[in-house]
């Protein structure tokens, strides 16, 4: 299992998206090798945004739209996608009175905040954060073995796989 956290407006995180992910994904994840989860955090005082565009995936994959939601964010200038007033100028097939109705019940924003003061207390500080572990058959509850914090290259997250799936590095 793999957990990749990130924060939207974080220039790490849309490098990691843009130069590590797409190996990544179509070599362990696509392939079946890794299961892999996402969780959106906002460092606000640094990504004033972040917190907007962790609500907007959350929403998107209540509606089975996470994916489209997840590339539009990390690939585009957040300033553009959302107006002064929070409402998103794409969500593409989500009903934009649900996605009003889902902010001014909260959005999850206090989940979002303290999933950061979680995870900043147990020692991950930077992101993207990767962390890899297992999941007990149906539960919610990750099992940590290993974490990489920062923007990592592929080949070193390919190591630490390669010792944690089947004892040695893989893609060499």
């Known amino acids: 299992m793999l957990l990749e956290v990130s924060d939207y407006e974080c220039p790490f995180c849309r490098r990691f998206y843009k130069d590590v992910f797409p190996g990544l994904r179509a070599r362990h994840i696509e392939t079946g090798e890794l299961a ?11 990504h004033p945004k972040a917190l907007l565009a962790a609500q907007v995936s959350f929403c998107a ?21 959302f107006a002064s007033d929070g409402t998103v100028s794409f969500l593409p ?8 109705s889902y902010l001014a019940s909260g959005g999850n924003t206090d989940l979002i905040r303290r999933r950061r003061l979680q995870l900043k207390a147990d020692g991950l500080t930077a992101t993207p954060a990767l962390l890899f572990g297992s999941t007990e058959a149906g539960g ?33």
């Open 36 to 46: 892999y989860a996402f969780m959106g955090i906002a460092n606000e005082q640094l």
């Open 61 to 81: 994959g209540l509606h089975g739209r996470f994916l489209v939601a997840h590339d539009l964010l990390m690939t585009s200038d957040l300033s553009r996608l």
């Open 93 to 100: 097939g989500i009903n934009a009175a649900s996605y009003r």
């Open 140 to 172: 919610n509850t990750m099992r940590v073995s290993r974490a990489l914090q920062g923007d990592r290259p592929l080949a070193e997250i390919e190591q630490v796989i390669g010792e944690l799936v089947g004892g040695s590095p893989v893609h060499q």
